[in-house]
């Protein structure tokens, strides 16, 4: 249940506003023989108007590809990219909207993302969010599931994430952490008697920058799964691979 609420919230983030309001002309003109005005930015929202070409209006924000605008009317909707592909300033221009480059995805301050993958031979769903301290290092906290035939597990993680070459197209990374696993077995036949312990690993990743804010990302891990009692004979070592993808602020 966690894992679900914190994925809805991602989703959420990766849909709000990609670029300010002072980075888009105000005012422009239509210039398509129409524009189609939705509810929501999105093609399930429902269009409840359409403004012919001519009228102006005034670009309020932006989400990924989808465009908060006002008639001049007042109206609020959203249009996508396509419908504004050929929209004029006042002085006639066509306009060119930025999008995001290689140059912004490594001045990046903030990163959240979700990835899939396999735990130790269970499915794993994991999101995380890391914070930049500069090109080169990073703070990172996840929260990841896996559910297996014998059990279940929840981690929570945070660590250090490595970036040595942030500018290459394939960037490779190394991060260190530690956390604590969460384990509760699938089956009543046998109760284990450690189902919280500390951990520690480390992983090896690349990123690259695919397109607008959004991020591939491709993670193997290794875990030392310490057990709580003396003997280090008792720690397990689990392996995990992951990938995903991830928007970037």
């Keep these: 249940m966690y894992i679900r609420l914190t994925v809805m919230l991602i989703l959420q983030l990766i849909s709000v506003n990609v670029y300010s309001a002072s980075e888009l002309l105000q005012?422009?003109?239509?210039?398509?023989?129409?524009?189609?005005?939705?509810?929501?930015?999105?093609?399930g929202y429902p269009v409840f108007h359409v403004i012919e070409r001519g009228a102006l209006?005034?670009?309020?924000?932006?989400?990924?590809?989808?465009?908060?605008?006002?008639?001049?009317?007042?109206?609020?909707?959203w249009v996508h990219y396509d419908q504004l592909s050929k929209t004029l300033s006042a002085n006639g221009e066509v306009i060119k909207f930025t999008e995001a480059t290689q140059e912004d995805f490594i001045e990046r301050e903030w990163e959240l993302g979700a990835l899939v993958g396999d735990f130790?031979?269970?499915?794993?769903?994991?999101?995380y969010g890391d914070y930049l301290f500069n090109q080169n290092f990073a703070t990172e906290a996840s929260i990841s599931q896996s559910i297996g035939d014998v059990s279940s597990s929840i981690l929570l993680k945070i660590a250090l994430v490595m970036q040595p070459f942030p500018d290459w197209e394939y960037s490779p990374?190394?991060?260190?952490g530690t956390g604590i696993i969460d384990v509760k077995p699938s089956a009543t036949t046998i109760q284990p008697v450690d189902q919280t312990n500390q951990f520690s690993t480390i992983s090896l990743g690349v990123r690259t920058h695919l397109t607008q804010k959004i991020i591939l990302r491709l993670e193997y891990s290794q875990y030392v799964v310490f057990s709580s009692t003396k003997d280090n004979d008792n720690n397990e070592e689990i392996n995990e691979w992951k990938a995903g993808f991830a928007v970037f602020f």
Excluded: C
Aim: without cysteine.
């Design 173 to 176: 990374y190394f991060l260190m």
């Design 27 to 43: 005012q422009v003109k239509i210039a398509d023989p129409y524009i189609e005005m939705h509810t929501g930015p999105g093609g």
């Design 57 to 77: 209006i005034e670009i309020i924000r932006r989400r990924t590809n989808w465009f908060k605008v006002r008639s001049i009317k007042g109206r609020e909707g």
């Design 120 to 127: 130790g031979g269970a499915p794993s769903l994991s999101v």
